[in-house]
Structures are given as C-alpha cells and as structure tokens.
C-alpha cells in the first residue's frame, strides 16, 4: 500500500525558513515523478513544485521560486521542501503526491499545515 | 498564466446527473486530470487523461474534453458525492501544472 507522510509543519515567523519532509513506503520511490501541492484554508489547490525521478528537472510555481526548494533522497525514500523567506501567504497545508505519469497525482499524504504569522 | 475556470457551485438532487465544467484556452489540446475532494480529507483522483477512471472509481464519474471545455459529470449522484472537484491539466508553455478553481457539487 502506498503511504506518503508529510512532517515538519507549524508555526513560523514570516521572513523565517522551514523545512518540509514527505516519507514515502509501499512504492519503489525513485521510479515517480514527485510533487508538492498546497492548499490554503478555505480555499482550492495551488501546485507549488514537481522534481523528477533523479532530481534532474525542478520545477517551480512562480508563487515560490527563488524562495523553495525542492530535493529528495531515494535512498531514505523521502522527498523534501525548503521553504525560506516565508510570507503570510504561504499560510496552507502542503500536501506530496505521487506522480503516475503525465500529471496524474494517483497517490496523496494527508499534510502538513504551515502558519506563518507573528 | 495558463488559467482554468470552474463554477463555484453545482447543486443536484440525488439520482441526477451532475455536470461540473473546467474552462481553459484551448484545453482540448492539453490532458485533463480531476480530483474529489471531500472535507478534512486529501484529494482523490477520479478521472485522468480526459475520460479514463482509476480503479475503484465508480463508472458514474465520466470524463470529456474538447474545445475550450472539459467537463466532468457524474451520473446518478449520491449523498456520497457530494464534495469539492478540481481540474487539472499540465502548461507546456510555462512549464506549470495549474490547478482549476474548484467546484462545491451539493446534493440537495
């Protein structure tokens, strides 16, 4: 059974970093396209980055580039999202979510929420 | 910015069919994902590359895509269905995946 777990939430100050973790099992991690989704509260979901099986294309919503990072580890089977210079607007649950091909998000975590206030 | 355009509501009683639409420049020429998502709970994909279902989706969930309009539509609604739809396709030209603007289907 696939399994995605998202850690490393909470609250933080805006202009602070942090960094998000998703542990990933049941799935031969580095044959996936990953990607990292976030949803605002109340609101819909907005794509946030995409990184490839060897890490070799990155890809950024203009929302986050130059501020996030995204990398993996495939051998710990885990994906990662350094967020830095954090704005009240980053304020969402971050979702990872595997990627079967094309786009197709098939597999989801439940999330983790980022606050950022002071 | 590629954008895509979902009405924010659809209602339908229980047993109709409901139709939820994705509007996009030309989104016929691009593949077409959609998500159910219920509250509290992550999103599930219930139909991808324009009409195709993943396994244990219901057949009641259908898929098209053609023009400037995808559509979604979801035969004999149940109490179960009701819930927020997103689309979703992938923007060669910016190298983005975008999201639509979600739908709340209500079953009346």
């Known amino acids: 059974e696939v399994q995605l777990v998202e850690s490393g939430g909470g609250l933080v100050q805006p202009g602070r970093s942090l960094r998000l973790s998703c542990a990933a099992s049941g799935f031969t991690f580095d044959d996936y396209v990953m990607h990292w989704v976030r949803q605002a509260p109340g609101k819909g979901l907005e794509w946030v980055s995409a990184?490839?099986?060897?890490?070799?294309?990155?890809g950024y919503a203009d929302s986050v580039k130059g501020r996030f990072t995204t990398s993996r580890d495939n051998a710990k089977n885990s994906l990662y999202l350094q967020m830095n210079s954090l704005r009240a607007e980053d304020t969402a649950l971050y979702y990872c979510?595997?990627?079967?091909?094309?786009?197709?998000?098939?597999?989801w975590g439940q999330g983790t929420l980022v606050t950022v206030s002071s | 910015s590629y954008v895509l355009t979902q009405p924010p509501s659809v209602s339908v009683a229980p047993g109709q069919t409901a139709t939820i639409t994705c509007g996009g420049n030309s989104i016929g020429g691009k593949t077409v994902h959609w998500y159910q998502q219920k509250p509290g709970q992550a999103p599930v994909l219930v139909v991808h590359d324009d009409s195709d279902r993943p396994s244990g989706i219901p057949e009641r969930f259908s898929g098209s895509n053609s023009g400037n309009t995808a559509t979604l539509t979801v035969s004999r609604v149940e109490a179960e269905d009701e819930a927020d739809y997103f689309c979703q396709v992938w923007d060669s030209s910016s190298d983005h995946y975008v999201f639509g603007t979600g739908t709340k289907v209500i079953v009346l």
């Open positions: 990184i490839s099986w060897n890490s070799g294309t990155i």
């Open positions: 979510a595997k990627d079967r091909g094309g786009g197709r998000l098939h597999s």
